[in-house]
């Protein structure tokens, strides 16, 4: 079983997840990137509410479910379209605890997995299967018995955050948590898909805080846009060292200035899908589950 490059060839041993987030230094090019998005997403902010309340809320439910269907696809699997835009799983809180994990995961994998509420207990590899049987390694998760460990580092870092950029930033951050959780491996599989969720509750959460609003589902999504570009997505994931031996700032670098990419294509063609809504199509939820306030400039 060959490792890619040799590369991550062992399974990852317990370390704290605070010492790797403080070795990351933001890369000039990811800096300027930045704030070229940042004024496109203010722009896209301000576009929206050109619109009434409840346009706007049917307008992200229809990203939502846009978002859910690509997140499936980019495993190569289809979503429950019945169970797409469950309230349950999305519209009562932005909390993150294990059980909301668990939760989510049990959502994403219906019906291909047993429920569960534990962490994976056994080792796993992202690899490729090839036609002979043999097996390409790419990368080794985290050991199963430190994998809780490293869970609950993340909880605290999810909750918790930092005064740097890469906390206050919502695009910085929600891509941080996703690199984090997907490089844990908690679970045996559905971890891209609960990582791309993650994300989404992660920078949902985050644009609350910094423009004053109470939204309980993204403005804009990605995995739409991940999903044409899975190819890169797949390698700037694999590039990356998961331990604190190994220096991978540029490959960390790399990875935000592909999540930056992404929000910039989906920012675009957002602006541009604001007055083709086919508003029957959208499922409306209960006002009472959702309420927007209008967002507040910085």
Request: aromatic residues 12%.
């Amino acid at each position: 079983m060959p490792i890619i490059d040799g590369m991550n060839s062992d399974y990852v041993d317990y370390f704290s997840l605070e010492d790797y987030i403080s070795r990351i230094k933001l890369l000039p090019r990811v800096l300027e990137h930045l704030e070229d998005t940042n004024k496109e997403f203010d722009k896209y902010i301000n576009e929206l509410f050109k619109y009434d309340e409840e346009y706007i809320i049917n307008y992200w439910i229809y990203l939502l479910y846009i978002e859910l269907v690509s997140n499936q696809k980019i495993e190569s699997l289809k979503q429950d379209e019945s169970r797409i835009l469950d309230n349950k799983i999305f519209f009562d809180t932005l909390s993150i605890s294990h059980k909301r994990i668990h939760t989510l995961h049990n959502f994403i994998t219906d019906g291909e997995l047993e429920p569960t509420f534990s962490y994976r207990d056994t080792e796993v590899n992202v690899s490729k299967i090839n036609s002979d049987g043999s097996e390409d390694i790419f990368w080794r998760g985290a050991k199963a018995e430190d994998v809780v460990k490293f869970m609950n580092d993340f909880i605290k870092i999810y909750k918790q955050g930092g005064t740097s950029l890469i906390f206050s930033n919502p695009f910085l951050v929600s891509s941080l948590m996703h690199l984090l959780f997907l490089r844990i491996h908690p679970y045996s599989d559905g971890n891209g898909r609960t990582a791309r969720i993650i994300h989404n509750i992660k920078f949902t959460e985050s644009i609350n805080k910094l423009y004053g609003s109470r939204l309980k589902i993204s403005p804009l999504n990605i995995s739409e846009s991940i999903l044409i570009n899975k190819i890169t997505y797949v390698k700037r994931i694999d590039n990356i060292y998961f331990d604190i031996k190994h220096d991978s700032n540029n490959e960390i670098n790399a990875w935000f200035d592909f999540i930056l990419d992404m929000v910039d294509e989906q920012l675009y063609k957002s602006m541009n899908m604001l007055q083709e809504i086919d508003s029957s199509f959208i499922k409306k939820i209960p006002k009472s589950d959702m309420r927007l306030s209008r967002l507040k400039h910085r």
